[in-house]
Nanobody, 122 residues
Framework: VQLVESGGGLVQPGGSLRLSCAASGFTFSDYAMTWVRQAPGKGLEWVSAISWNGGITYYAESMKGRFTISRDNAKNTLYLQMNSLKSDDTAVYYC????????????????WGQGTHVTVSS
């Protein structure tokens, strides 16, 4: 299994970025996927998740209305569109494979990507 994130970078406050996570080594369309982030000096923070077919999406409260998770099962790719970025969004963003088809609080993740850095600064 391999998960490779991309799309991070430096963006000004109020700007946008689209992260991608290319998946391989498993049947991508069978599993829910999630994004988790880690800000400098802080612990892991769950960001968002999406069910196996994209039909159900889940967001942390502080991301609702600003972030949009999506997936393209034909391309084995997960996305995170991030708008209205704030300095507090500065973090390493990881995608992870959920062990089932749907996300729920406490579900396990069995594979992680290496992360992509997002820096929000003027």
């Amino acid at each position: 299994v391999q998960l490779v994130e991309s799309g991070g970078g430096l963006v000004q406050p109020g700007g946008s970025l689209r992260l991608s996570c290319a998946a391989s080594g498993f049947t991508f369309s069978d599993y829910a996927m999630t994004w988790v982030r880690q800000a400098p000096g802080k612990g892991l923070e769950w960001v968002s998740a999406i069910s196996w077919n994209g039909g159900i999406t889940y967001y942390a409260e502080s991301m609702k209305g600003r972030f949009t998770i999506s997936r393209d099962n034909a391309k084995n790719t997960l996305y995170l569109q991030m708008n209205s970025l704030k300095s507090d969004d500065t973090a390493v963003y990881y995608c992870a494979k959920v062990t089932g088809s749907y996300y729920y609080t406490g579900v396990s993740y069995d594979y992680w990507g290496q992360g992509t850095h997002v820096t929000v600064s003027s």
